[in-house]
């Protein structure tokens, strides 16, 4: 290698990302921190960025119809006040559906748990009656039965007890909590303010990003980097609206199905299901098992029922109206999104689930633009990779069977043609 300008500065470079790299492994340890440091900081304009972005969608469609005649009929007044309105419209609207949400889930879900805390006693004392009339009945099995014999006072008194002994403990938690609070509302008012500013000035924005790219990278990396955020605006905008979208017909049809059939809890159990809906995949058998269980209490019989509409109804919904209200907006096979919403789950839970699914989507679609131009600069013929070559036929294919002859006969050998009068071509005299 020629030790020019060029080589030297990437040579330079290699040996400082290689020592970098070195005191990390080095002083992993201490990152955690560190990394925990650089999150509480960043927290306020991550958040921020997420709500500008999720409050963008019914901003747009506010501002879209918002005064949507030409502008010659309207003030100049009234034009810059089009974008003031429609994200005050915005947060009006989505402030409006989570009160919705919390007034019709939290005072069911609170008299719900109260109703479990006065079963468990009886519940208990049923099974315990149950264990000793089985007892009675076969005798042979008394001493692999359990004897559930539960003293109630007795419990609660251990239970104060237990308090009292861990009043510091106890303390020091509210004490954390309270702190863990007070950052939480701080995280979120400040949050929200600069959500606000993203959102009154994102062409602005837009603007200047536009022209850091093209400032310090070469035009056609800035060209890259810029068709990747606009395909991820796209991708992103689309996936939300459609899943919200659906979600909110779910829990529509839900509410509707569950009042004609008469099944308790049908405001926050339709709630539930249209919030989890969100979640690709494993919100729906989340918010099942939870319905179940909060009608359970009421009538197992219900409960048996309920799951079977739910079924019936999410069937209903991935074959119709899914495939309709969301469509191919993710672009993302099945497969995929599975994975996805695993993954995600796996490194930052629910959060996770919902932003990894769009966001493979992406790395899809840029995989395949990519991977579709180096095909088309090797000029690689599409039979090579298309399904139904004929290799893959014939390897696919039912071995050929064998002809079968008639039981008592011999096959037909290859006789030469004769001539007519008997005798073959080789029978013939000269």
Known sequence: MELNRSNMKRLAMLIAFGILLYWLLQNISSMGGVFSVVTGILSPFIFGSA??????????????????????????????????????????????????????????????????????PQAVNNVSQWLKELGERFPEYQDFIPNVNIDWPKVSSALLEFLRSSATALVNTTFSAASSVVNTVFTFFMGMLFSIYILVQKEKLSIQFKKLA???LPEKKADGLIEVGQLSNRIFSKFLSGQVTEAAILGSLCFIGMMIFGFPYAGMISVLIGVLALVPIFGAFIAVATGALLILMVSPVQAFWFVVFVLVLQQIEGNLIYPRVVGSSVGLPAM??????????????????????????????????????????????????????????EDAAPPKARPRHRKG????????????????????RP
């Open 409 to 428: 006969r011999l096959p037909r050998k290859n006789i030469p043609p004769t001539d007519g009068k008997g005798q073959g071509e080789q029978g013939r």
């Open 336 to 393: 995929w999104v599975l994975v996805a919403v695993i993954a995600g789950g796996s490194a930052f839970g629910i959060v996770g689930m919902l932003v990894c699914v769009p966001l493979c989507s992406v790395l899809y679609a840029l995989l395949r633009k990519v991977v579709g131009r180096r095909l088309r600069g090797k000029q690689t013929p599409e039979e090579k990779f298309r399904p139904g070559t004929q290799a893959e036929v």
């Open 51 to 120: 709500v500008a972005f999720i409050l963008n969608v019914p901003m747009r469609f506010f501002e879209r119809h918002l005064f949507a005649s030409p502008k010659r009929h309207y003030p100049d007044l009234v034009q810059k006040l089009r974008r003031p309105l429609a994200l005050v419209m915005a947060l009006v609207a989505v402030l409006a559906v989570l009160v919705i949400v919390l007034f019709l889930i939290i005072p069911q879900l609170a008299s719900t748990l109260m109703q479990i805390a006065d079963y468990v």
């Open 214 to 216: 093209y400032a310090f």
